[in-house]
Antibody, heavy 121, light 112 residues
Framework: QVQLVQSGAEVKTPGASVRVSCKAS????????IFWVRQAPGQGLDWMGW????????ASAQKFQGRVTLTRSTSMTTAYLDLKNLRYEDTAVYYC??????????????WGQGTLVTVSS | QSVLTQPPSVSGAPGQRVTISCTGS?????????VHWYQQLPGTAPKLLIY???NRPSGISDRFSGSKSGTSASLAIAGLQAEDEADYYC????????????FGTGTKVTVL
């Protein structure tokens, strides 16, 4: 079955960087875009960006541009989210999700378990 | 802030039917982009509940149904059960936000 397994919780100081990994299994990794979504404590879901594992093409939400880098290792079937210059307000659970459906109907049918990133001095 | 607006909370007694609205605009739901719904149980990742307006993935109970008209969409839960207590989010695409995938503000469903 499709599975996305993320790396463990992280505690970082302001200004630092963090890398979250997302290991995919149970399907052909290069056939589905991987999206990243975050959820601040007690808040809603916030789309961060996506990556095409086949081409390596990426796009990110305007609010994260310049701070987020999305990469992958096709041999490891793993996607990575790098977020730099961390701020207190980046404290959140970060999810990766597999995208399915055509452009007008893209949705997320499988999610990682989430990675809590805490930014604290 | 999200461009898809949902009521913060909805409640109902066991067995009742509740609906959750998702209000968008001409650049998302009104532009013929599909709406999808997710259920997030406490402490867990979201789960796809309804896709492409009114379709259920395999394994999702038929107590859940969706609809969309113009710039609005709705999720209905029939025969409310204690296990339905969760947060629910709508999701679509908005062409005015540099190609942005948007989520609704979220609705907490409470079973009384």
């Amino acid at each position: 079955q499709v599975q996305l397994v993320q790396s463990g919780a992280e505690v970082k100081t302001p200004g630092a960087s963090v890398r979250v990994s997302c290991k995919a299994s149970g399907y052909t990794f290069t056939r589905h875009d991987i999206f990243w979504v975050r959820q601040a404590p007690g808040q809603g879901l916030d789309w961060m960006g996506w990556m095409n594992p086949n081409s390596g093409n990426t796009a990110s939400a305007q609010k994260f541009q310049g701070r987020v880098t999305l990469t992958r290792s096709t041999s490891m079937t793993t996607a990575y989210l790098d977020l730099k210059n961390l701020r207190y307000e980046d404290t959140a659970v970060y999810y990766c999700a597999r995208a399915v459906g055509p452009g007008l109907s893209t949705r997320f049918d499988s999610w990682g378990q989430g990675t809590l990133v805490t930014v604290s001095s | 802030q999200s461009v898809l607006t949902q009521p913060p909370s909805v409640s109902g007694a066991p067995g009742q039917r509740v609906t959750i609205s998702c209000t968008g605009s001409s650049s998302n739901l009104g532009a013929n982009y599909d709406v999808h719904w997710y259920q997030q149980l406490p402490g867990t990742a979201p789960k796809l509940l309804i896709y492409a307006n009114n379709n259920r993935p395999s394994g999702i109970s038929d107590r859940f149904s969706g609809s969309k008209s113009g710039t609005s969409a709705s999720l209905a839960i029939a025969g409310l059960q204690a296990e339905d207590e969760a947060d629910y989010y709508c999701q679509s695409y908005d062409y005015r936000l540099s190609g942005s995938y948007v989520f609704g503000t979220g609705t907490k469903v409470t079973v009384l």
